[in-house]
């Protein structure tokens, strides 16, 4: 075996001439995945002028030297790219974004749930949790759904909402899902730091539903909000 077989760095091999190649390219590839933080996920093309060192996730559909590498990780080391494929599991902090994803063995995913209480569990396991989920949304167009979705059988107690980049082009907007656009908030805050706790009676949901954040008086230019879906699980005996 000339290589590891995680992340595919070249052993040194008995009687090898220069050994410092060998080593140099295993730190390297160290020095690009350990403690993984990626400047941008959605560039389809190099940046004209990367920092030493940076790193990318490579978006659909790639052109240029990044061509046909989607989903890779793209390091800017020594005045040439480097590509890594990731693993299934492999995890990254997307720096513009604030937000942490993980490799599913096909494409990069937020993480599903945040956190979690178990309010109860029977003797037959049972259980009653209560969950969040959370996304920063980057707005767009007339409506932009959310990524994170509201799960099948699902209770809904509230979805809450910070604007972390002030929103241009609406004058406010209504958080809410497709037939109740306003279910959660109406009129929201385009500027920053505004925020909503829309809470509600418990909804139950019967089917993987988004959150719709739509504009009022005019399409979304730009902007972001985080939001929270807070909601409770009822599992049933597993014995």
Sequence with gaps: MSETPNLNMPYILEAQAQKHVTHNEAIRSLDALVQLVVEDRTLDA?????????????????????????????????????????????????????????????????????????????????????????????????FTDSAIIIPDRAIVLAVTTRTTQAITGASSYDCGIVGALSKYGAALGIALDSTNSGVTGPTAFYADTPVRLSANTADFIGGKVRMAIHYMMCSAPTS
């Design 46 to 142: 190099p940046p004209a002028t990367p920092q030493e060192g940076a790193r990318y996730i490579i978006a659909s559909v790639a052109s240029g030297v990044w061509t046909g590498k989607e989903t890779q990780i793209a390091a800017w080391q020594d005045g040439a790219w480097a590509f890594f494929i990731p693993n299934t599991g492999w995890q990254a902090w997307i720096n513009n974004e604030a937000l942490q994803l993980y490799f599913d063995g096909a494409s990069w995913q937020q993480h599903p749930k945040g956190p979690s209480l178990i309010a109860n569990t029977s003797p037959m396991l049972a259980q009653t949790r209560f969950e969040i989920l959370e996304e920063e949304v980057s707005l767009t167009g007339p």
